[in-house]
């Protein structure tokens, strides 16, 4: 009774697990198959190639010096446009199936609306026969396009590595020298300009090199806190560079008619941003958005001008100050 039993539950269960899967109607289609078309796939792959080549292309003059960069700036981006263009209009007229109507669609109702779209995005693939070749070459067009689009944000200033920009030509004991390489006096430095100085040995045409050197009476100073041994018998030293966008500093404003007009000022002549020598390079008026950053000096036992220090802030335009503040 027992082996009786035990393969009677054998074929039952036997009979349950190797039972028919019932049939699974498929849903009506909603988009019409399409013949497939190998011709018009090998032509969208041919188009979207060309498409990465010119995105790449462009990157590769925007990386390397050549002659005419910004007539191949244009050829490059718009031969890629035009041939993006070209695979979109080819898959959209002859990849896609399309379906034509004579009577309005229905009240969409939102639970079948969404199984629609479903069913349209996966049925309008069938006519694809080389579907993950067509895949990567969307992908590589993909991201040479956006490498296309993304190479000139390098423009704006390098990501890494940007401890040169904060690095001076100015260290402790460098003299201060005129545009001819003469030491500059502290007794030759008079109270009726102002003189341009640059740091001995060092390259010019570094932007932070250029400093502008004025004169005050020591009773006038008004410098930050911990900058009193600075200014050496009233000789102060500023960044030439103004601090709004990169001009040179080249006025020097003095009353001549005391008291009414405004005292003695550093002018930036293109954007008339105006600083204050006597209280630490502040901003008295235009469009800097901070002070000039203030060179310390010292006096050697020749009398010569030279740099106690680095500058008390960055040199340079004041998107910095703006984007740290």
């Known amino acids: 009774m027992i082996r009786k039993a035990l393969a009677l539950g054998v074929a039952l269960l036997r009979l349950w697990l190797w039972r028919p899967s019932p049939r699974v109607e498929e849903p009506p289609r909603i988009v019409a198959p399409g013949e497939p078309a190998p011709r018009a796939e090998l032509l969208l792959l041919a188009l979207l190639g060309c498409a990465s080549a010119c995105a790449v292309a462009f990157v590769v003059v925007y990386a390397v010096d050549l002659p005419r960069p910004t007539q191949l700036f244009g050829l490059c981006l718009g031969l890629m446009f035009a041939f993006l263009a070209s695979a979109l209009v080819l898959l959209g007229k002859r990849l896609v199936p399309d379906e034509e109507i004579e009577e309005d669609y229905p009240a969409p109702e939102r639970e079948h609306a969404q199984e629609d779209v479903i069913g349209i995005v996966e049925q309008s693939g069938d006519r694809f026969t080389r579907r993950r070749l067509l895949k990567v070459a969307a992908l590589?067009?993909?991201?040479?396009?956006?490498?296309?689009?993304?190479?000139?944000?390098?423009?704006?200033?390098?990501?890494?590595?940007?401890?040169?920009?904060?690095?001076?030509?100015?260290?402790?004991?460098?003299?201060?020298?005129?545009?001819?390489?003469?030491?500059?006096?502290?007794?030759?430095?008079?109270?009726?300009?102002?003189?341009?100085?640059?740091?001995?040995?060092?390259?010019?045409?570094?932007?932070?090199?250029?400093?502008?050197?004025?004169?005050?009476?020591?009773?006038?100073?008004?410098?930050?806190?911990?900058?009193?041994?600075?200014?050496?018998?009233?000789?102060?030293?500023?960044?030439?560079?103004?601090?709004?966008?990169?001009?040179?500093?080249?006025?020097?404003?003095?009353?001549?008619?005391?008291?009414?007009?405004?005292?003695?000022?550093?002018?930036?002549?293109?954007?008339?941003?105006?600083?204050?020598?006597?209280?630490?390079?502040?901003?008295?008026?235009?469009?800097?958005?901070?002070?000039?950053?203030?060179?310390?000096?010292?006096?050697?036992?020749?009398?010569?001008?030279?740099?106690?220090?680095?500058?008390?802030?960055?040199?340079?335009?004041?998107?910095?100050?703006?984007?740290?503040r």
Do not use: M
Request: charged fraction near 20%; include cysteine.
């Open 140 to 324: 590589g067009t993909g991201g040479a396009v956006s490498a296309a689009l993304v190479a000139p944000a390098v423009s704006f200033g390098p990501l890494f590595h940007t401890s040169a920009l904060d690095r001076t030509p100015w260290r402790r004991g460098r003299r201060l020298v005129d545009d001819a390489g003469k030491p500059l006096r502290a007794a030759d430095i008079s109270t009726e300009t102002f003189y341009t100085a640059y740091p001995e040995g060092a390259p010019r045409e570094d932007l932070a090199a250029p400093v502008v050197v004025v004169r005050l009476d020591p009773e006038e100073l008004r410098l930050p806190a911990g900058r009193e041994s600075w200014a050496p018998r009233g000789i102060l030293a500023y960044s030439k560079t103004c601090t709004h966008a990169a001009c040179a500093i080249a006025l020097y404003r003095k009353p001549t008619f005391a008291p009414t007009q405004p005292g003695r000022a550093l002018v930036c002549p293109c954007h008339y941003s105006t600083f204050d020598p006597a209280t630490g390079g502040t901003v008295i008026f235009g469009p800097a958005g901070r002070p000039l950053p203030q060179l310390p000096l010292q006096i050697d036992g020749d009398g010569n001008l030279r740099a106690a220090g680095n500058y008390s802030g960055l040199p340079g335009p004041s998107w910095w100050g703006v984007r740290h």
